[in-house]
């Protein structure tokens, strides 16, 4: 075809190009953090494997924020910043509903347990599914024309204006969540015992995504997302409403952080108004690694955030510990932005480099 | 389409208000210059009659400044020439003598009290990083969200080079009012700024080669990323393979002051030389070079180049600016003004901590970019001031009469997140261009010039 051709290059460039040895620095890390995995490995299998079960656990909860950004990112090319805080006012109106008005807590019986904390997920995903709506009735759909940092930076004020909801709501310090999951180990290996909470929010988090799946590969919705995604002009000749498709979209990606809400406050028991800040821009980077506006690729992104994550602070040999944990998170978005751009699964498009 | 638009009077109240700020931007398109200067005149004389019941000493100085501008082609012929140096003339007489007259000066209504002199200071240096980002975010049209860690590694330098830190080095080198048998290393802090600026243009450098080939939204995303983990290098900074560099969490204190000759600013020198005098007049000297600086940058070769690449990336690339040189040389100038400011800040507050450089911080200087009018220095300068002022002072004084007038009991100083966050909204729906704005970038916000980026097929294409 005339393309392939057109694709080799047209003089060979002779010598040394410094742009030669950008792949290989990027394999060369990943090398060593398969080496430094290996030899962690052998010497405390026992620890790596139940390490890596949580990370697997707290990689599903990102990966349900992570979603809600690649959902947005796939339909406008917005970042929406204020997702995390959506996520963040989840956890906080889930304890809200679940702790302070149900008072459920350690000694609930099971069935008040589950049933209450269906009630908790419906109504945490309402509340964020309205809420993440409303944002892009009010701070995006204005801009949809405007230069595309306009909505970014409204973004971000809308994020603020999140926060300090959060902060006037939780306070400045963290919020302790009372043990509503039972904390009983299902199995021990190594020593280390992996809580029936971990279980249970894991568990729960794999339908939401197989559902999320279907949704958007087989229903007529999700084919007028995608549609929407690719050309807004084209989808809206095909007779697709626009506005509403993405209006859609939004609500998806808030019922989602509800449901991340409410499992985070569930599995760490500890919520923070900064939550949404620093975690959202972990499944941010979880989105980005697995390919933004790649559903698989969010949720595979996540895994390995998550796993890095608990690795990092769980290992014994040479791990640089819980106080380099964001650094590390951002390094990796950063180099994955520069040597990979389209991320994991993502194709190659023009646009990240 | 199907849809058509109600009559105003059947609209809900809430369309027809949200409408508004559009129809009056109608309006004032479809009107030639001679209604538009009626308008302007009935704005001014708006803004005058408000600023004389907010204070009427605010009132007098806007309306000089008002006078000047109108008055400015009705000087003789001879002055003519002259007359652009009018205003900055007046600013800066008027703002040189503050310490002489502000303690006479009243309250404002709502505002509260007119800025203390360390208030000013404080109100100077986020001016200085508001000019510097403006370069980056206003003038290149590069969204930078992590210009905090410019601010620190300005404040990190002259902390590493003007205190106790490294007690086991001992180097004096023009630093005044420290005792000669200080340990560690005191340099001069006049110097020093140059050097912090100079380190912190580097690491703006270095941010900048491996991210500036990125979209825009990538690039901030990618910029907040260093913005956090500059600080949080600086918070574990106490153990880097057992070397202690940023002290950790305690941060490092006391930090030596500037001085000239024998005076320590920190001290000051009899009842004229005051400290804070002394510190608000040296801000005052950076914040002019700053101005100065950002615009004749902004009217120079380079500047030019990042105003065509703002505009059209594509094109500029096409007209043979170097795209990757000219972004680079935003963030070196950006990061410099930075690293100036953060450590002439850390030098005034005699210290330097890692919870000082949060992502609030960059939200903050951008909020100021952003309300001020990106790529319009004055008005940056004027956003910075304003939202500086709120911060340290004005926000409690806003609380107080507000719960004085409405008997309420709220702690607005809680809520001051919340209050930017909202300005950067209201200013992104209802003026993106912002309160002063630049005429260029108004332009180009109306009109919808698109930042499509270079090879970017999907853009082209439409």
Known sequence: MATDARSEPITRRRGFQPADVVPWIGLLL??????????NFVKTPGDFVSIALEGITLGLVYGLIALGYSLVYGILELINFAHGDVFMLGSWISFAVAAQWLNLGPDSAGATVIGGLALTLLIAMAFCALLNASIERVAYRPLRNAPRLAPLITAIGMSFILQDVGLNRLGPAPVSVPNIL???????????????????????????????VWLV?????????????????????MGINVNRTISFTFLLAGSLAGVA??????????????????????????????????????????????????????????APGSDWTQSIVFAILILILVFRPEGLLGERTPEGG | MAESRLPEYSQPWYKRWAGMPGEWRSRWRGMDRKQRFKVDIVLRAALIVFLLWVSWPLALFVAGLIVIQYGEPYLPARLQPYGRFLTPTVVVIVV????????????????????????????????????????????????????????????????????????????????VGVGANTPGIHISVWLLLLLAGLLTGVVGILIGLPTLRLRGDYLAIVTLGFGEILPQIARNGDDLGGFNLTNGPNGI???????????????????????????????????????????????????????AIREDETAAAAMGVPLMRTKTWAYATGAFFGGVAGAYFASFKQSTFPGDFSF????????????????????????????????QQGLADIGHWFNDTFGTNLDVPKYQFGIYGLIIVLTMLIRPEGLIPSARRRAELHEGVHDTPLYDMRGAVE
């Open chain 2, 96 to 175: 040189l003598l503050y310490p002489f007259y502000y303690a006479s000066l009243g309250s404002m209504n709502i505002l509260g009290d007119y800025p203390v002199l360390g208030t000013m200071v404080v109100m100077g240096v986020y001016a200085m990083m508001a000019v510097g980002l403006n370069i980056v975010v206003g003038y290149a049209g590069l969204l930078d969200l992590g210009y905090v860690a410019f601010y620190a590694m300005g404040a990190y330098t002259v902390a590493w080079f003007a205190s106790v830190q490294f007690a086991n080095h001992k180097l004096h080198f023009g630093a």
């Open chain 2, 253 to 307: 204190t006391p930090i030596d002051p500037p001085g000239i000759g024998h005076v320590n600013f920190l001290t000051g020198s009899g009842s004229f030389w005051t400290s804070e005098r002394l510190f608000f007049w040296g801000v005052l000297l950076l914040v002019a070079i700053t101005i100065f600086s950002s615009l004749r940058l902004r009217d120079s070769r380079l500047g030019r180049a990042w105003i």
């Open chain 1, 182 to 212: 039972p904390t009983g180990a299902v199995f021990t290996i190594g020593g280390i015992a992996y809580p029936w909470s971990s279980l249970i929010v894991a568990v729960s988090a794999i339908p939401v995504l197989i559902l999320l």
């Open chain 2, 360 to 391: 609030n911080i960059s939200a903050f200087i951008l909020s100021m970019v952003i309300l001020g009018g990106m790529g319009n220095v004055w008005g940056v300068v004027f956003g910075a001031a304003f939202l500086a002022f709120l911060n």
């Open chain 1, 261 to 318: 809400g409410l499992l985070y406050a569930l599995y760490s028991t500890n919520i923070q108004f900064d939550q949404g800040f620093t975690l959202g821009l972990i499944a941010f980077t979880a989105a980005v690694l697995g390919g933004i506006g790649n559903l698989p690729g969010a949720v595979l992104g996540a895994i390995i955030i998550g796993l890095i994550q608990q690795f990092n602070e769980g290992l014994s040999w040479h």
């Open chain 1, 217 to 237: 590969q087989r229903t007529r919705q999700g084919r007028a997302m995608r549609a929407t995604a690719q050309d807004q002009e084209a989808a809206a000749m």
């Open chain 1, 30 to 39: 990943v090398a060593l953090l398969v080496f430094w995995l290996i030899v």
